[in-house]
């Protein structure tokens, strides 16, 4: 893993977070005139939707040109209360001028999570930038498990091995739902890939990733083996062991 920066609180480490997605804008937006990022669920994340959706941030993106995906999603209608669709659009989507046609969620409407995986792989086909024939997202956000699972691919599940899609759907037992998640292989091509984790309850995961030393992964997170770059970003309290 790389080595995790460290900001003195909350409020700091979103401030560098939403620059930081700044520059991946600017960056792609020069190069081929859009920006394609993948959201991730999670409270650590809601707070940075809620500050770029208010100004000065939200006054730095002409929206029009970006295009917004879920990197993870349960499959649940979009106005539960457990959707990832439902928690962006309330904290970022209905407070900006977002255009309905950039907004890619995933079909949860479907008979059933396959389904739905194997029309938002689809969906990123026809969406993404293509380099080499392969879809690229300009900057992937990821969370952080307590058990060391980011997006959907969580221990022990079959997620985990899929090369040949770059999203797929998963049962996850100890939560008992079915989820659909972007793989490891679209997250690794990402331009820029940011991972954030904050306050205490990520303490030891934190600590567990920074000490381990052995070549094979042994949390789902050591698989995001980025080709380009990637950060990663963590308060003090998350940072209190290392």
Known sequence: M?????????????????????????????????FHIA???????KKLYQLLSKAPYTDKIDWQKVHCYFGDERFVA??????????????????????????????????????????YEKVMADNLPKENDQG????????LGTDGHTASLFPDT????????????????????????????VINRAKHILLLSENVTKADIVKSLCEWDKPEPNYPIQRVQPQHEMRWYIDRPAAMFI
């Open 2 to 34: 790389i080595k995790p920066e460290v900001f003195e609180s909350s409020e700091s480490l979103h401030e560098a977070a939403a620059e930081y997605l700044i520059q991946c804008y600017e960056t792609a937006v020069s190069d081929h005139d859009s």
């Open 39 to 45: 959201l991730s669920g999670g409270s650590t994340p």
């Open 78 to 119: 979009h106005d539960d209360e457990q959707s990832n669709y439902r928690m962006v659009k309330e904290s970022m989507l209905d407070s900006i001028d977002f255009p309905a046609k950039n907004i890619h969620a995933v079909n949860t409407s479907l008979d059933c999570a396959p389904k739905s995986a194997e029309d």
């Open 136 to 143: 690229v997202f300009d900057l992937v956000l990821l969370g």
């Open 158 to 185: 079959e997620i985990l091995t899929v090369t040949e899609s770059n999203c797929a759907s998963v049962y996850v037992e100890k939560m008992e739902s079915w989820r659909i998640s972007i793989t490891f292989p």
